[in-house]
Each structure stands twice: as structure tokens, then as C-alpha cells.
């Protein structure tokens, strides 16, 4: 089942890659960092990207040299991690981001390809790093895999987003429940050196994805349903009442631009946490 789970979101990330590296010339899969100094323009996109980066640079303890990079994608910040100096092994479900990501890393980079909760990891490390992929995972597997996976005193670092509780009716999809998370966190040996909500510098990204939604995917989506209509009128009115209710459900999710900074900052928090194995 959870193979099934990662496969359709999978998708979403491949496609994204290809999105990105082509007309944004980035190959990170997470959000950006936008210090107020920084015009919210898709040509600031990757330097925010950038920024990201370095804010979980500057965020791994000073004693740190092995990590865990859990759920890689492109192997951008792996790559880096490694030009940092540190010792790195990363985990990658995915077939189509693993392969991209050894390529980038020039195979430098043992990639265990398997979700973090059944990876066959024997060794251990400094740090678990889970940038943005820890909302993919469930928590009880990742906190015990993790004791498991770090040294005496090591470290998890996690930069992701979560629910805002007591909220429903959020147009926008992912995280974990903010509460659930304190909850499980208590029940594992861990410190929490750092929990820094960071959604306001995180949200800006938000007015990007949905700019590009408007004025870019909803136009071509429009004009591919209307091209579809005149060459094979028979087959555009079967294909649009059999596909009626997941076309209905994409235009509602998508071309309502509900996903936008706003609704962003209403139902998530955005956080950066650093916790020590005690
Ligand atoms: C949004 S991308 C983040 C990629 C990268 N860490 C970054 O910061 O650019 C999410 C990553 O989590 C991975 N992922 C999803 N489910 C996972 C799981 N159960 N175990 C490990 N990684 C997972 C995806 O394959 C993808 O590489």
C-alpha cells in the first residue's frame, strides 16, 4: 500500500523536476526562503531555493559529519552537503528521481531506493535529514528508524510544513498534523534544540505555484480542451463526460486560486526543527 502512495505523488515531483530545471533552471524539489528584500517574482525562484539551502546549512550542529538524507529527489542538496565536506548516504523511492539523482552525484552517494520505513539501513550517522519528505512518512516508523539510524547524541533535522490545528476546509493538500506530531515526538527519546515556525518567509512561494497556475497551466489546460473539442468533437464529448468528475476536481483544486500565500499561512506551519537523540 504505501508503495501505491508514494508511486501518485511520485508523479507530481518527477513532473515538477522537469518543470523546474527546464524554465526555472533549479533542480530543488522544496520551497523557497524569501527574505523580505526579495520581489515574489518566478525569477527569484531559485535563488529562494537557494536560500532554503542554506538556512538547513547553517542549521546542522558544528559536530556533524555523516548524514541521512531522506527523501533526496533530485540529489541537489546532497550534492551540497557533499561539496560541504560532509559523508552522505540518502534514501530515494522514487525510480525516476534516484536515477536523476546519481547522475547528478556521479554515483558518488550510496542511494537506498525504498521508502524510509522498510530501507534495509545498517549503519549509523551525525544527522537524519528530512527536507520536505518528512510529511511523506509516518511518524511512529520515521522517530524509530531514526533512533536506530543516528549515533549517541546524534541528530534529526527537519524542514517541512504541517496542519494547522482545529481548521478544516483547506485547499491545500499535505502535512502532518501539527498537534499529532508533539504528541508522537513525546513518546521518543529526543531534545528539541530548535522549533522555529518559518512559514512567512516560506508562503511567498505560494504566490509563485498559483501566478504560474493562473497564467500558465489553466490558459494551456483550457486551450488543450478546446483544440481536443474541434479535431475529434466525438471523442472530446466522451472523454469529458467520462472524465467529468476528476476534470471538475482539478479545476476546483487548481484554477480557484484558493492555493495562494494567504490561505498558505491560514492552514500551515512551516518549521524548522532540530532534535538530539538524548
Ligand atoms: C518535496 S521532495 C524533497 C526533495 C529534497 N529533499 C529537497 O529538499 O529538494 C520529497 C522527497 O521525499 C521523498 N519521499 C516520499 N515519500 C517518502 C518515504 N516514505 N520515504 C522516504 N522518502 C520519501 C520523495 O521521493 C522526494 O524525494
Known amino acids: 500500500m504505501a508503495y501505491q502512495k508514494v508511486d501518485t505523488k511520485e508523479i507530481g515531483l518527477d513532473m515538477g523536476l522537469v518543470f523546474m530545471k527546464f524554465f526555472l533552471k533549479t533542480e530543488y524539489l522544496h520551497y523557497g526562503f524569501w527574505t523580505s528584500d526579495m520581489p515574489v517574482d518566478v525569477l527569484n525562484f531559485r535563488q529562494a531555493q537557494e536560500n532554503y539551502t542554506q538556512q538547513l546549512l547553517e542549521n546542522i550542529p558544528e559536530s556533524v559529519k555523516t548524514i541521512l538524507d531522506v527523501g533526496c529527489g533530485s540529489g541537489k542538496v546532497a550534492e551540497q552537503l557533499l561539496a560541504k565536506g560532509y559523508q552522505i548516504e540518502a534514501v530515494s523511492p522514487s525510480s525516476r528521481l534516484t536515477e536523476y539523482a546519481k547522475k547528478l552525484l556521479n554515483n558518488q552517494v550510496h542511494i537506498y531506493e525504498n521508502i524510509y520505513e522498510e530501507a534495509p539501513i545498517q549503519k549509523t550517522y551525525d544527522m537524519v535529514l528530512f527536507s520536505e519528505s518528512f510529511q511523506y512518512i509516518d511518524m511512529h516508523k520515521l522517530f524509530q528508524n531514526a533512533l536506530k539510524h543516528l549515533n549517541p547524541n546524534g541528530y534529526v533535522l527537519i524542514c517541512d510544513f504541517f496542519q494547522r490545528d482545529g481548521l478544516s476546509g483547506s485547499p491545500l493538500g499535505g502535512g502532518h498534523k501539527l498537534g499529532e506530531y508533539y504528541q508522537v515526538l513525546a513518546q521518543y527519546p529526543f531534545e528539541?534544540?530548535?522549533?522555529?515556525?518559518?512559514?512567512?518567509?516560506?508562503?511567498?512561494?505560494?504566490?509563485?505555484?498559483?501566478?504560474?497556475?493562473?497564467?500558465?497551466?489553466?490558459?494551456?489546460?483550457?486551450?488543450?480542451?478546446?483544440?481536443?473539442?474541434?479535431?475529434?468533437?466525438?471523442?472530446?464529448?466522451?472523454?469529458?463526460?467520462?472524465?467529468?468528475?476528476?476534470?471538475?476536481?482539478?479545476?476546483?483544486?487548481?484554477?480557484?486560486?484558493?492555493?495562494n500565500p494567504e490561505n498558505f499561512k491560514k492552514f500551515k506551519s512551516y518549521r524548522l526543527i532540530l532534535l538530539q537523540k538524548k
Do not use: C
Not at 235 to 247: D, P, S
Open 192 to 259: 528539541v534544540l530548535k522549533d522555529q515556525e518559518i512559514t512567512d518567509n516560506i508562503a511567498p512561494t505560494m504566490q509563485v505555484v498559483n501566478d504560474l497556475t493562473l497564467q500558465v497551466v489553466q490558459p494551456l489546460w483550457y486551450m488543450l480542451i478546446d483544440v481536443v473539442s474541434v479535431k475529434v468533437p466525438f471523442i472530446a464529448r466522451v472523454l469529458k463526460w467520462w472524465f467529468r468528475k476528476k476534470i471538475e476536481k482539478i479545476q476546483n483544486k487548481h484554477f480557484k486560486g484558493e492555493r
